[in-house]
């Protein structure tokens, strides 16, 4: 089926999104932690977009795209649509 999506972290079935093919589910993008398992939170500068990140312990800003969920190396970007995407990281994003 050509709408089939599988999280690439947890495997759960969702919708399929053409333009960020490996994003993970919301729920892992909830565990997005830094090198030192530190956890992340995102989100958009305001309300016209842009990207944020800052630290959930103490919301010291993270100045970093690439972030870790249960070890893989993810990307966090702003989505085309508002929002923040986190997908799976696999070299440099230009490359593709
Ligand atoms: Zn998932």
Redesign the pocket.
Known sequence: MKDHYV?P????PGERSPRYPKY??L??ATRAADKEGRGLAFGNVSISGGYAAWYQDNKEPYDSHICYVDGRTCWADEAHMGGIVVSIYDGPINEK
């Open positions: 999280c972290i947890c495997g759960k993970v589910c729920d892992c």
